[in-house]
């Protein structure tokens, strides 16, 4: 369950950018659930964090309100507030106004924008159609014949055995070529919206395959 991938990503790039956010929203006067040094996080940042992150109200409802999650609800926001300890001791050591701290953190912000763009768009874009069996066996063929190479000759498994692991295999790399597609689309897209004008002797060169 995704809830699970969650209570990771604490000490990563756990929506440093939602944080930011709340401080420009509408004065929130729910229950602060913890309070690090001053810096709060209250019932309503600690629910949208969830909702958002997991990405399923079922699992983040279940993960907010079920007595039988309460420890791993709790271990998230122990996480959040370990960030919020982290983020702390960094600027008390001026680490907010170092240039390769502040380079990784627009970087990594970026890179989750970029993600969060993707799956927007892959979520926009229409489903693949389903596979053939004329699709399929030439993949089954190829399997069958580099196990009677490597000597496997008994008990070979017949198509209609092995259909269903097929599919899922051809549908796993038809998903990984669009996601390609759409992610150099993207960037192209974006490039060509918010252009970039290097000085002269700067601008690279355009490299195969570079989106």
């Known amino acids: 369950m995704k809830f ?121 874009a229409a489903p693949g159609p389903e596979p053939t069996d004329a699709d399929l066996k030439p993949i089954y063929d190829q399997g069958i014949a580099q196990q009677k190479a490597a000597g496997n000759t008994k008990n070979l498994p017949t198509f209609d055995q092995v259909k269903p692991q097929l599919i899922a295999g051809w549908k796993q790399n038809k998903q990984q070529e669009r996601s390609e597609t759409e992610l150099k689309a993207l960037i192209a897209e974006m490039r060509q919206k918010y252009p970039s004008t290097f000085a002269e002797g700067y601008k690279p060169t355009p490299q195969p395959g570079q989106p």
């Open 4 to 124: 699970k991938a969650v209570l990771g990503l604490g000490m990563g790039s756990l929506l440093i950018a939602g944080f930011a956010g709340c401080k420009h929203a509408a004065k929130d006067t729910s229950l602060v659930l913890v309070d690090v040094a001053g810096d709060k996080i209250t019932k309503n940042q600690f629910e949208t964090i969830v909702k958002a992150v997991i990405g399923d109200d079922k699992q983040a409802g279940d993960l907010l309100a079920n007595d039988t999650m309460k420890e791993q609800r709790n271990q998230l926001l122990d996480a959040l507030a370990l960030q919020k300890i982290i983020l702390q001791a960094a600027k008390t050591e001026g680490l907010d106004k170092d240039t390769k701290t502040q380079f990784l953190q627009e970087q990594g912000i970026a890179q989750l924008y970029l993600r969060t763009l993707m799956e927007r768009r892959l979520k926009k």
